[in-house]
């Protein structure tokens, strides 16, 4: 399920007060794919996805989600039909979670969607299993688990209204490694269930690791739409002006450059620096 933005503006304010945060954003997010959105803080990020579900409406242009059409004079009695489609996790979305139990709490959406209990409950497991989450912790506070789990249980709640669309803001933001690298896993089986997954991400490693295309924000506006690999491949001197890092195989591998190393590719991960490393000793013994 494509997503599509067309000519895009998004202002805060009106008149004379209006404060421009989308600068005409034409560019569209690929279907059953992982794309990450990038960019400096206050680069337009979050309010880009936040068009993708109708929790914000354009000034001007139009966002088109599958058969959606969303603009200024959508009214707010159509959002339902949208908001089915698509699935919003912010920052920190445990804060979020106010239930008695883990699968009460994950129940919640699909009761409130218009599923009956029993309906509501197998969706719930089904959603708490994806993630990961033993039934062991199905009964028990979700205020009583790690935080790592805790983010599971909230991430399961999106999830359980099995929306083709889910967009997580920052997911990783706060996880210890483990957690970080389990939230890897899960939206790699997102992707391989037929989802859409948007991601917005600071750290690079994780972009690399998950996403099939990145949208690269700066100052409103969508400056690179391409594959990671494109991207980070990308003149050093174009990272310092979008303020954005190389992942951290991409900046060890500049720092043995500027000691005298050659490499024929910029490497990306750390699998393909060992790699390059050991072809470049190969050839100097």
Same mark, same amino acid.
Do not use: C
């Given at each position: 399920?494509?997503?599509?933005?067309?000519?895009?503006?998004?202002?805060?304010?009106?008149?004379?007060? #209006?404060?421009? !945060?989308?600068?005409?954003?034409?560019?569209?997010?690929?279907?059953?794919?992982?794309?990450? !959105?990038?960019?400096?803080?206050?680069?337009? *990020?979050?309010?880009?996805?936040?068009? !993708?579900?109708?929790?914000? /409406?354009?000034?001007?242009?139009?966002? !088109?989600?599958?058969?959606?059409?969303?603009?200024?004079?959508? /009214?707010?009695?159509?959002?339902?039909?949208?908001? #089915?489609?698509?699935?919003?996790?912010?920052?920190?979305?445990?804060?979020?979670?106010?239930?008695?139990?883990?699968?009460?709490?994950?129940?919640?959406?699909?009761?409130?969607?218009?599923?009956?209990?029993?309906?509501?409950?197998?969706?719930?497991?089904?959603?708490?299993?994806?993630?990961?989450?033993?039934?062991?912790?199905?009964?028990?506070?979700?205020?009583?688990?790690?935080?790592?789990?805790?983010?599971?249980?909230?991430?399961?709640?999106? $999830?359980?209204?099995?929306?083709?669309?889910?967009?997580?803001?920052?997911?990783? #933001?706060?996880?210890?490694?483990?957690?970080?690298?389990? $939230?890897?896993?899960?939206?790699?089986?997102? /992707?391989?269930?037929?989802?859409?997954?948007?991601?917005?991400?600071?750290?690079?490693? +994780?972009?690399?690791?998950?996403?099939?295309?990145?949208?690269?924000?700066?100052?409103?506006?969508?400056?690179?739409?391409?594959?990671?690999?494109?991207?980070? @491949?990308?003149?050093?001197?174009?990272? /310092?002006?979008?303020?954005?890092?190389?992942?951290?195989?991409?900046?060890?591998?500049?720092?043995?450059?500027?000691?005298?190393?050659?490499? *024929?590719?910029?490497?990306?991960?750390?699998?393909?620096?060992?790699?390059?490393? @050991? +072809?470049?000793?190969?050839?100097?013994?």
């Amino acid at each position: 399920m494509a997503i599509t933005f067309e000519q895009v503006n998004f202002s805060y304010g009106q008149g004379s007060l #209006a404060q421009p !945060i989308l600068k005409d954003i034409s560019t569209t997010i690929p279907s059953g794919k992982i794309t990450a !959105i990038i960019g400096q803080t206050g680069s337009g *990020k979050s309010t880009l996805v936040q068009h !993708i579900n109708g929790l914000l /409406k354009p000034t001007n242009g139009k966002v !088109i989600v599958n058969d959606f059409e969303l603009s200024s004079q959508t /009214k707010e009695k159509q959002l339902t039909a949208l908001r #089915a489609q698509v699935g919003m996790v912010f920052q920190f979305p445990e804060s979020q979670l106010f239930a008695n139990t883990v699968l009460e709490d994950v129940m919640y959406g699909p009761l409130n969607f218009g599923k009956d209990r029993l309906a509501a409950k197998e969706a719930a497991q089904a959603a708490l299993t994806m993630v990961g989450l033993p039934s062991q912790h199905w009964d028990k506070s979700p205020f009583a688990l790690s935080g790592g789990q805790m983010r599971r249980v909230a991430i399961a709640g999106t $999830l359980a209204l099995n929306p083709p669309i889910i967009v997580l803001d920052e997911p990783a #933001a706060g996880l210890d490694p483990l957690g970080q690298a389990e $939230l890897v896993e899960l939206m790699l089986g997102l /992707k391989k269930q037929g989802k859409t997954v948007v991601l917005i991400s600071h750290q690079m490693d +994780q972009v690399m690791a998950v996403a099939d295309w990145t949208l690269v924000m700066h100052q409103g506006q969508v400056v690179a739409a391409e594959s990671p690999k494109t991207l980070f @491949n990308r003149p050093l001197s174009w990272f /310092k002006e979008v303020h954005l890092d190389l992942p951290t195989a991409g900046q060890f591998a500049q720092q043995l450059v500027a000691q005298g190393w050659q490499f *024929k590719e910029r490497p990306l991960t750390l699998e393909q620096l060992a790699q390059a490393i @050991n +072809q470049e000793v190969a050839i100097h013994e």
